[in-house]
């Protein structure tokens, strides 16, 4: 037996490694997904007044900051006890909107297209952002306009594309301008036609990768996600609805504060993050999946015209719950375009001005929880204050953390499928990275580690010991 | 009235009235002295020593806050030595508490981040001690973080000198200093605080600022300290 280590795993955000378990035919048995870094916001926001959450939860994470920042002003109104007004809210799914567009552009373009355009087994020293400058320069600044718009959608609102503070505990911190207004409506046409293409490009591909599509993750599991009161998509607000993997809804409408009666976490002593799962079923048979595709699965419906009709092309070509993990980039491209088309709906509503935005209150509550969903999946921030709303505790369920049972499983099915032989090819281990890609983790999020992320994979023996590993920079 | 001098400062003749100190007239004359706990309308108290200044024949170097002009007296505000000197003390006010601008709710309204600036200071050269301080959120309307007190004592004199309260004070010696209110009670159970915020205005930084303010939007207003004195007929 042997064990191979991918280390680090690239083209991810955050720091992890993977290793192999092969036996003594060559064949794989067993892998683990390691999350190596941990960062601790839990615990140091303790004696925090809690107004102050939403700025400093934000330094979790620099791509989507956004997200963490609107969880957290969500649990702020919860220990407010206040309903923020109309236009705070309508303001806040705008931002929000402008975070889901430059995240997912981001994914598929800079992160994924290289595997999927140029290929799983294309020479790695190209299989990159800058490869595919090179080989489909149109494409890529296609995804550069992309993640620029929503980039600018952030900026204009909230003055900073990174860690702005316009977010804040009941509401926003200023109304929106109607200059900024009618800049981002102009953007529109142009941020339609580009999540198209993405779309259509995508389409055009996946002839190419029925293997993958077999084998990346393809498996049964609970879904998870936010709808609204319709059941239709809402990713800045609603209940939570888990399906299961008949497409049963086990559980509807679940609010923020009664999230702990159906998620659990469980913790193993190889990676620093948490494994998440559906309590009534167990664990780890509660393994559930969020993001794009998790999202894709619960909905009824996206509730916008055009990614309705490619929802429902996509559910006639793969049924009505895709069990396959590589279709996180078809689910998430849907999205992409919903998130414009929403966008422009909030744009051209003349509310979108209202001058107040804005609710003021004392900690009234001693718990609050703010859920999410940011662009990878569900995310929960639930806090706990003293009476004088200086924070006691703090629990944090990053959306990543919710696919890592899936993602190990899936880490597993790639492995045995693509990885044999006791001689390492960089082609296989690329697909197990890329299953990992798939779920565009956001790793240093989910453990609240730091910087970018490097995987790597080892090849263990039966008696644990290093047969191979190979790190990004090696060669193979 | 009271009588005149004439003094030096940086080679140019100035007058002054007898009894200002340096720090006064010298930023009546155009010259940038940086300080941190002396404010305008306040007595000077010389706590922080960003202010100090070479005064010829004295070999130390002098708080300009607390240091009264003299007939013939020369000054230096500006030298080598002062810029180092004045970048040290930025720097250990720095290292002694927790202050992390990025995340402050006075972050861009920081008179202690826009003199570290000032100041050059980019580095800082000594540990940090990061102490475990509270936080006392126990008032109504505002909130006091030890973590980004300097122990300039504005908010002390403030209290006293202006509104008479006198809920502020200054307990324990060295680096064990701490901002008390009243018998170093919470400050929302305080029986001498009339609420009246001056010591929020007065504050250079996050560590007395109002509730409910997220990063950033702490402004404070600590002109309105002299103001209020000089509409009072001036400093008592």
């Known amino acids: 037996m042997r064990v191979v280590e991918i280390s680090p795993v690239t083209r991810i955000e955050g720091h992890a490694k993977i290793t192999l378990h092969l036996n003594d035919d060559g064949l794989v048995e067993d892998s683990q997904f390691h999350v190596t870094q941990v960062r601790g916001f839990e615990k140091f926001c303790e004696g925090r007044p809690f107004y102050e959450m939403p700025s400093l939860m934000a330094r979790i994470c620099g791509i989507c900051p956004v997200s963490h920042l609107l969880a957290s002003a969500k649990a702020c109104d919860a220990v407010m006890a206040i309903r923020i007004p109309a236009a705070g809210e309508r303001l806040r799914h705008v931002v929000h909107l402008g975070q889901i567009i430059q995240s997912h552009a981001l994914n598929f373009f800079h992160l994924s297209a290289p595997d999927l355009l140029l290929g799983m087994d294309s020479a790695p020293a190209k299989r990159n952002v800058v490869g595919l400058v090179e080989a489909h320069p149109e494409i890529a600044r296609l995804g550069i306009q992309l993640r620029k718009y929503g980039q600018r959608v952030i900026e204009r609102l909230a003055a900073e594309r990174v860690h702005p503070a316009w977010i804040v505990p009941g509401g926003v911190a200023s109304p929106m301008s109607e200059a900024a207004r009618d800049e981002l409506l102009a953007g529109i046409p142009a941020a339609k036609e580009g999540a198209e293409r993405a779309l259509a490009l995508l389409k055009s591909v996946l002839d190419r990768f029925k293997d993958e599509v077999a084998n990346f993750g393809n498996f049964d599991s609970v879904y998870m996600g936010m709808v609204d009161a319709d059941g239709l998509m809402n990713l800045y607000d609603g209940g939570l609805r888990f399906r299961d993997a008949e497409g049963e809804i086990v559980a509807d409408h679940v609010p923020a504060e009664a999230y702990s009666d159906f998620i659990g976490e469980a913790v193993e002593k190889w990676s620093y993050l948490k494994m998440p799962y559906y309590k009534p079923m167990g664990y780890p048979d509660g393994l559930y999946r969020v993001g794009p595709l998790g999202r894709i699965n619960v909905v009824d419906r996206c509730g916008t015209p055009r990614a309705d009709e490619e929802l429902e092309a996509f559910r006639a070509a793969y049924g009505r719950i895709v069990t396959s993990s590589f279709h996180f980039h078809y689910a998430r491209l849907i999205e992409l375009l919903y998130a414009v088309e929403k966008l422009e709906i909030f744009l051209k509503d003349p509310d979108i001005l209202d001058t107040r935005v804005r609710a003021h209150a004392g900690p009234n509550a001693r718990e609050g929880v703010g859920i999410a969903e940011a662009p990878r999946g569900t995310l929960i921030h639930h806090y706990r204050v003293d009476g004088d709303g200086l924070m006691t505790w703090a629990n944090l369920i990053i959306a990543t953390g919710n696919n890592n049972l899936a993602m190990n499983k899936s880490i597993l099915q790639v492995a045995r499928h693509f990885v044999k032989g006791n001689k390492l090819k960089e082609g296989m281990l690329n697909r197990v990275e890329a299953v990992v890609r798939a779920y565009d983790p956001c790793l240093s999020c989910s453990t609240h580690a730091a910087g970018q992320m490097p995987m790597e994979v080892q090849l263990l023996g039966p008696d644990g010991a290093v047969l191979d590993r190979i790190a990004q920079a090696d060669e193979v | ?236």
């Not at chain 2, 000198?161 to 901002?179: H, K, Q």
């Open chain 2, 1 to 236: 009235m009271s009588k005149q001098v004439k003094l030096k400062i940086d080679g140019e003749y100035v007058t002054a009235e007898a009894g200002q100190m340096v720090l006064e007239v010298a930023r009546a004359n155009g010259k940038f002295i940086p300080a941190l706990c002396y404010i305008d309308g306040l007595k000077g108290l010389g706590a922080c020593r960003l202010c100090l200044v070479e005064v010829t024949g004295i070999g130390r170097l002098l708080p300009a806050c607390t240091t009264p002009v003299q007939d013939g007296m020369s000054i230096v505000t500006s030298s080598p030595r002062l810029a180092e000197c004045r970048k040290m003390i930025m720097e250990l006010l720095l290292s002694e508490r927790n202050h992390i601008c990025s995340v402050c709710v006075s972050n861009g309204n920081c008179e202690l981040q826009t003199l570290a600036a000032e100041l050059g200071v980019n580095h800082v050269q000594f540990p940090y001690r990061y102490p475990k301080l509270p936080v006392d959120a126990s008032h109504e309307r505002f909130v006091v973080d030890h973590n980004r007190c300097v122990l300039c004592s504005r908010c002390v004199r403030v209290c006293r000198e202006v509104e008479g309260a006198n809920t502020w004070s200054i307990i324990s010696r060295g680096i064990n200093a701490m901002l008390a209110a009243d018998l170093n009670e919470p400050w929302g159970g305080s029986s001498s605080c009339t609420n009246c915020g001056k010591c929020f205005e007065a504050c250079p930084t996050g560590a007395i600022a109002m509730k409910g303010k997220a990063v950033g939007e702490n402004a404070k207003r600590a002109e309105r300290i002299a103001r209020l004195v000089n509409a009072r007929g001036g400093a008592q």
